[in-house]
Every structure is written in C-alpha cells, then in structure tokens.
C-alpha cells in the first residue's frame, strides 16, 4: 500500500555533501514518523536520522551536526542533507515510515525503501 522511493545516492569526496530524496507514495493521508537509516554489510541497521510530523527529530550520535532532516508533510516527502561527508558514512541508505494513514485505516508497521548507496572516498 505504501511506496518509497529514495533518490540522490552517489559517491563523493571525504568534507563533500549528498542530499537524499524520499517519497512515499499510496494514497496516504498521513506519516506519523519518517527517517533514514542506513547499513554496512555484515553489520546491523542504524539509525540516521527521524522526524515525526510534529517536527520533532532524533540523530545518531555519528552524524549530530553533520546531518540535517527535514520533511514536506503536503508532499510526503523526506530529505537528508548529509555535510563534512567521512568515508565512515559509506553505506546503503534506507528511507523509512512507520504509522502511515490510508484513508480512515492506521498501519503502524514499518515501511522501507529499497535503499541508495552512498560512497565517500577519495
């Protein structure tokens, strides 16, 4: 029912910047909250980044003052600006929603993205 696609992945320069991109889609009313997370292989997900509709927002401790959320509530959109880029940020990059409503329905199970990968190296 819910769709999310992420957009703007690459690869970049150590102290350069990415911005990424999600939009979900499905005839969705509203998002409680949306967020990144993101994923080394052969290591857990980790947290990024969340906000919640009301705009209150939750960092991991790796990107505090480096990484800023932001959401257009109209437009289901959520976006990651993500500066002073390190090559420890090297990762797939999930998008996430959890507590979507769909008409008069509320699904509380999370929705993921199929994931953008970012690169930092010189």
């Known amino acids: 029912q819910v769709q999310l696609v992420e957009s703007g992945g690459g690869m970049v320069q150590p102290g350069g910047s990415l911005r990424l991109s999600c939009v979900a889609s499905?005839?969705?009313?509203?998002?409680?909250?949306m967020g990144w997370y993101r994923q080394v292989p052969g290591k857990e997900r980790e947290l990024v980044a969340i906000e919640s509709r009301v705009g209150s927002t939750n960092y991991g401790d790796s990107v505090k003052g480096r990484f800023t959320i932001s959401r257009d509530n109209a437009k289901n959109t959520v976006l990651l600006q993500m500066d002073s880029l390190e090559p420890e940020d090297t990762a797939v990059y999930y998008c996430?929603?959890?507590?979507?409503?769909?008409?008069?329905?509320?699904?509380?199970?999370?929705?993921w993205g199929k994931g953008t990968l970012v690169t930092v190296s010189s």
């Open positions: 499905g005839s969705i009313f509203s998002i409680n909250v």
């Open positions: 996430n929603v959890v507590g979507v409503t769909i008409g008069d329905v509320f699904y509380g199970m999370p929705y």
